[in-house]
């Protein structure tokens, strides 16, 4: 009895240490977190574009990387938490997708590489102290989006417009930040910039009404709060027949009139490859911060949106210039 017991033991205590071996082997898979502020199309094609960036370069989520996602819903306090788990995780580089989410990182870790990606300003949002050589454990891709042209294509669809609303949240630096470079256009194409801020999205309908007859057009920086939102300022903006032209082309896909912006699932991918360099050097945490700030600076990145159904429903046509290079969208797509 006392042998035959032994010999349980013994093959419990050998499959036990085999259990272990596999686990041990396990632990070669790479760990990569990802935060997601916000569940709205930018942010979503950020994501993917740097997943299957990473798959073009070997990195398979399930075979040799195991990919942890989480999204903070649009909540900003939901990132700290978010952090902490990304972190306790093991995680061998994080994505950090949008200001709040880097942000809550940057106070969480020193010791993990992290990348941000769908970030206006990150050196005037205090996450980083350079884009050029970004030091420390942070670097990441820019979504500084091309606020110039987009002012120009407001004009060119409405030559007679003379008062533009530049709407943005208030607690956003990177809108902030956008809103100088969009007012310092429209003052040098001769119209008047009239400032609009909200304090969250229940200010929306009336921000909008607010501005009914005393502009001919509201423009909204690649703000994250009126991203999430884009069908309640779409819906306010047609009812009230104000034109909206957005920072982004998804959130001309959610309502907005018409855009000329970046394309979000190409600057994930640039994010991709920043993290397979990270991934494949001798010290990850040292080469991290030596990496610049990647910026879509070519016009070829970017893309001409018109919502054809708000085009419609608020009574403008668009120029033919505009239409016959135009990716044309539906809100009911």
Same mark, same amino acid.
């Given at each position: 009895?006392?042998?035959?017991? =032994?010999? /349980?033991?013994? !093959?419990?205590?050998?499959?036990?240490?085999?259990?272990?071996?596999?686990?041990?082997?396990?632990?070669?898979?790479?760990?990569?977190? /990802?935060?997601?502020?916000?569940?709205?199309d930018? #942010?979503?094609?950020?994501?993917?574009?740097?997943v299957?960036?990473l798959?073009?370069?070997?990195? %398979?989520?399930?075979?040799?990387i195991t990919?942890?996602?989480?999204?903070?819903?649009a909540d900003?306090?939901?990132?700290?938490?978010?952090?902490?788990?990304? /972190?306790?995780?093991?995680?061998?580089?994080?994505?950090?997708?949008?200001?709040?989410?880097?942000?809550?990182?940057?106070?969480?870790?020193?010791?993990?590489?992290?990348?941000?990606?769908?970030?206006?300003?990150?050196?005037? =949002?205090?996450?980083?102290?350079?884009?050029?050589?970004?030091?420390?454990?942070?670097?990441?891709?820019?979504? $500084?989006?091309?606020?110039?042209? +987009?002012?120009?294509?407001?004009?060119?669809?409405?030559?007679q417009?003379?008062?533009?609303?530049?709407?943005?949240?208030?607690?956003?630096?990177?809108?902030?930040? +956008? &809103?100088?470079?969009?007012?310092?256009?429209?003052?040098? #194409?001769?119209?008047?910039?009239? +400032?609009k801020?909200?304090?969250?999205?229940?200010?929306?309908?009336?921000?909008?009404?607010?501005?009914q007859?005393?502009?001919?057009?509201?423009?909204?920086?690649?703000?994250?709060? $009126?991203?999430?939102?884009?069908?309640? %300022?779409?819906?306010?903006?047609?009812?009230?027949k104000?034109?909206?032209?957005?920072?982004?082309?998804?959130?001309?896909?959610n309502?907005g $009139?018409?855009?000329?912006?970046?394309? &979000?699932?190409?600057?994930?991918?640039?994010?991709?490859?920043?993290?397979?360099? %990270? $991934?494949?050097?001798?010290?990850?945490?040292?080469?991290?911060?030596?990496?610049? !700030?990647? &910026?879509?600076?070519?016009?070829?990145?970017?893309?001409?949106?018109?919502n054809t159904?708000?085009?419609?429903?608020?009574?403008?046509?668009?120029?033919?210039?505009?239409?016959? /290079?135009?990716?044309k969208?539906?809100?009911?797509?």
């Amino acid at each position: 009895m006392k042998k035959a017991l =032994s010999l /349980i033991l013994a !093959v419990l205590l050998i499959a036990s240490l085999a259990a272990c071996g596999n686990d041990n082997s396990g632990d070669d898979t790479i760990k990569i977190g /990802i935060m997601q502020f916000g569940e709205f199309d930018a #942010l979503i094609n950020a994501k993917n574009g740097f997943v299957d960036g990473l798959k073009e370069a070997g990195y %398979v989520d399930g075979d040799n990387i195991t990919i942890n996602y989480l999204s903070a819903a649009a909540d900003t306090a939901n990132c700290p938490s978010i952090a902490d788990t990304l /972190i306790n995780d093991g995680s061998d580089l994080i994505l950090a997708i949008a200001t709040p989410s880097v942000s809550a990182l940057k106070e969480k870790t020193t010791t993990i590489p992290v990348l941000f990606t769908a970030v206006t300003d990150p050196v005037a =949002s205090g996450i980083i102290p350079d884009a050029t050589t970004p030091g420390g454990n942070i670097s990441g891709s820019s979504d $500084l989006n091309p606020v110039k042209e +987009q002012i120009d294509l407001i004009k060119q669809i409405l030559p007679q417009s003379k008062t533009i609303a530049v709407m943005y949240c208030s607690s956003e630096s990177n809108s902030a930040a +956008q &809103y100088e470079l969009a007012k310092a256009q429209i003052e040098a #194409l001769g119209m008047t910039c009239v +400032q609009k801020t909200i304090a969250d999205v229940s200010e929306i309908k009336s921000a909008v009404e607010s501005l009914q007859g005393a502009v001919d057009a509201i423009y909204i920086p690649t703000d994250n709060t $009126l991203a999430d939102a884009m069908t309640t %300022v779409a819906a306010a903006a047609i009812e009230c027949k104000i034109p909206v032209v957005p920072g982004e082309p998804g959130m001309v896909k959610n309502g907005g $009139l018409a855009t000329f912006g970046i394309d &979000y699932y190409s600057l994930g991918k640039q994010t991709a490859e920043m993290a397979v360099k %990270v $991934l494949e050097s001798e010290d990850p945490l040292k080469t991290v911060g030596t990496l610049p !700030v990647v &910026y879509q600076t070519d016009a070829s990145d970017c893309e001409t949106a018109i919502n054809t159904d708000t085009a419609a429903a608020i009574g403008i046509t668009i120029p033919d210039e505009v239409m016959n /290079i135009a990716v044309k969208y539906t809100t009911q797509q």
